[in-house]
């Protein structure tokens, strides 16, 4: 069974980082690209951020681009996502999911919240 | 950017009622590259369709989606209990994958 944990999230003052991690099992992790995605209370999802299975591709929605960095360590089964110069409009629960085919996102975490307040 | 515009933002309907739900795109999506996906409160996304009208797995045939260029829907022919709940469209034929804002389905 696919089991996609995050953590890492929590409140930051505006302008502050946070790492947040993925860790995975029950599926070959070095196999799949993986997404971050994120949802702020009340809204529609918003995808943050795309790598291959190697990590070699990265691509990031413009709204987080130069300030978030994803990574990830097949040899620990874990995805990561550095952000860094947080605003208020990061605020929103941070999912982790699999990519089915470049850009359906199959199986999800259960997320973690990241608050952006002074 | 492709905006996805869903509708209505809320439906009211009953049990065994069928239920239609719309999703516009601002550019036409190419090679059929629309999903929707349904959440329930405090759960993650689920993936329901991709490929406008694949089924994901487990499921039920009673989801079934449509739809071509700018204009897709979902249909939930018999709505259940448990498919009460809030589904979004999404597009991922061209860069930024876009989501729309979401249609609840509500008991009447």
């Known amino acids: 069974e696919v089991q996609l944990v995050e953590s890492g999230g929590g409140l930051v003052q505006p302008g502050g980082s946070l790492r947040l991690s993925c860790a995975a099992s029950?599926?070959?992790?070095?196999?799949?690209?993986m997404n971050w995605v994120r949802q702020a209370p009340g809204k529609g999802p918003e995808w943050v951020s795309y790598?291959?299975?190697?990590?070699?591709?990265?691509?990031?929605a413009d709204s987080v681009k130069g300030r978030f960095t994803i990574s990830r360590d097949n040899a620990k089964n874990s995805l990561y996502l550095q952000m860094n110069s947080l605003r208020a409009e990061d605020t929103a629960i941070y999912y982790c999911?699999?990519?089915f085919g470049s850009g359906i996102f199959d199986n999800w975490g259960q997320g973690t919240l990241v608050t952006v307040s002074s | 950017e492709t905006v996805l515009t869903q509708s209505p933002v809320t439906l009211s309907l009953s049990p065994g009622e069928r239920a239609t739900l719309s999703c516009g795109a601002s550019?036409?999506?190419?090679?059929?590259?629309l999903a929707w996906y349904q959440q329930k409160p405090g759960l993650a996304p689920r993936l329901l369709i991709y490929?406008?009208?694949t089924r994901a797995t487990g499921i039920p045939d009673r989801f079934s989606g449509s739809g071509s260029g700018t204009d897709f829907t979902l249909t939930i022919t018999s709505l259940e209990p448990e498919d009460f709940a809030v589904y979004f469209c999404?597009?991922?034929?061209?860069?930024?994958?876009?989501f729309g804002q979401g249609t609840k389905v509500e008991i009447k």
């Open positions: 999911a699999t990519d």
């Open positions: 029950g599926f070959p992790f070095s196999s799949y690209e």
């Open positions: 790598t291959s299975s190697s990590g070699r591709t990265i691509y990031y």
């Open positions: 550019q036409s999506v190419s090679s059929r590259y």
């Open positions: 490929d406008v009208s």
């Open positions: 999404q597009q991922y034929g061209s860069a930024p994958w876009t």
